[in-house]
């Protein structure tokens, strides 16, 4: 009976005995008496070692593994492998296309503009006549130079005779020194007159082959500034230019910075402006087919640009160039060179240069680059990846050197080059 009533009153927590109770008041034998539960500071103490027992099995079950919170996966980034391949390197510039030979043909004399000997824009050879001036004042002007120059001729002839007959007189004493020599100077005097005759004479000469305006090169011919009828002469400004058409020059600037550059690498390879070729862009994207060498660099730079200006030489057989045209310039070497090469998405730039994120034993890493040319969305790495390396171009604005990271292929071509 008393141990059924002990039962009774023995609290269970999480399913376990607990043997803390109160001690039992003593009766008499054979005298059964009413247990009653007490509210002493043991049940207190009971039931806070059963909430001490509560919080140490959650804290046991956020402590399993199936409770924890899982980490982050790492992040997949896009890569490609940083490929060597030969590279003909290629800087690009604005140029000018120039004739080698440029006249502006002017009138010499002035005169009555009879002809005009060409159509405008034709081809025309050296000594091609082009304009006709009036010949008649010009002939006359020979006609008279030329009866001067007979004149003083025969002053002349007659000025050596006396002198001749005074030499003759002087041995036999006949005349005195005096007269001889007033007859010499006379002769020279003759002379002179002549001398300046026969000027005059060149010059009238000069002047009526000036009526006729020849070209002075081959070439092609502009618009004529004047037409027949007027008065043209010295101060009547440009009648018309003249351009040569093959060869033609391409002229364009290179910064004080690239002209360096391509000078540094110039150096390193022992190479000449013989090892460089130069090629022509149209402006509707059509590549000329002659390539031309550089043949002239400038000895100053431009103080308002910080440029220098260099020439090459095309050679313009069919007339595509024309002067004063509007190209696109490249410059490449001979010889195509092994370099890396990786797309420009792959770069980032900050304050100290350029870099790109590599993916190396599963973690990003920087690496910085020296870059060369750019063609066609990909670019040239002169130092900082030596070829092979898998080079982040997706994904890397996320990325930190040390991060870990799941490289992904991308199926990108590597254009340009």
Not at 192 to 197: E, I, R, S, T
């Amino acid at each position: 009976m008393r141990q059924g009533l002990i039962e009774g009153v023995m609290p269970e927590v999480s399913g376990a005995t607990v043997s803390l109770h109160p001690p039992l008041a003593a009766t008499p034998l054979g005298q059964p008496q009413r247990i009653r539960p007490r509210h002493s500071r043991s049940c207190h103490s009971l039931v806070r070692i059963s909430g001490y027992a509560a919080i140490a099995l959650a804290l046991m079950l956020l402590g399993t593994p199936e409770a924890t919170a899982q980490q982050p996966a790492a992040p997949t980034v896009g890569v490609v492998k940083a490929d060597k391949r030969p590279v003909t390197e290629s800087v690009h510039f604005v140029g000018r296309i120039e004739a080698t030979q440029r006249v502006e043909v002017r009138a010499r004399v002035t005169g009555y503009l009879e002809n005009i000997l060409f159509k405008d824009g034709e081809r025309v050879k050296a000594g091609t006549p082009l304009y006709q001036i009036e010949k008649g004042p010009f002939e006359a002007t020979v006609q008279q130079a030329q009866a001067g120059v007979l004149r003083m001729q025969a002053q002349l002839e007659n000025a050596i005779t006396q002198t001749q007959r005074a030499e003759e007189l002087l041995k036999t004493s006949a005349t005195s020194v005096a007269v001889r020599d007033d007859r010499l100077t006379a002769q020279k005097t003759a002379q002179g007159n002549l001398d300046g005759a026969q000027a005059d004479l060149k010059t009238a000469e000069i002047n009526l082959g000036y009526t006729e305006i020849r070209s002075p090169i081959d070439g092609r011919i502009g618009r004529t500034a004047v037409t027949r009828g007027n008065v043209v002469g010295p101060n009547s400004g440009v009648l018309t230019t003249i351009v040569s058409v093959d060869p033609m020059y391409v002229v364009f600037p290179v910064s004080q910075r690239e002209f360096l550059r391509l000078a540094e690498e110039r150096g390193k390879h022992q190479a000449s402006a013989d090892h460089f070729k130069v090629v022509v862009q149209f402006s509707n994207g059509a590549i000329y087919k002659q390539t031309g060498k550089i043949d002239f660099v400038d000895v100053k730079v431009d103080p308002s640009t910080d440029s220098i200006t260099v020439r090459a030489t095309l050679q313009n057989p069919d007339g595509e160039l024309v002067d004063g045209q509007l190209v696109q310039v490249s410059v490449e070497g001979d010889k195509p060179e092994e370099r890396v090469v990786i797309p420009q998405a792959a770069l980032i730039a900050d304050q100290q240069g350029v870099y790109v994120f590599v993916v190396e034993d599963g973690k990003a890493a920087v690496r910085r680059l020296k870059l060369g040319p750019s063609n066609g969305g990909s670019v040239v790495v002169l130092e900082g990846l030596s070829g092979g390396e898998m080079v982040v171009v997706q994904g890397a604005q996320t990325l930190r050197p040390g991060l870990p990271v799941t490289a992904s292929p991308v199926q990108t071509s590597i254009r340009g080059f």
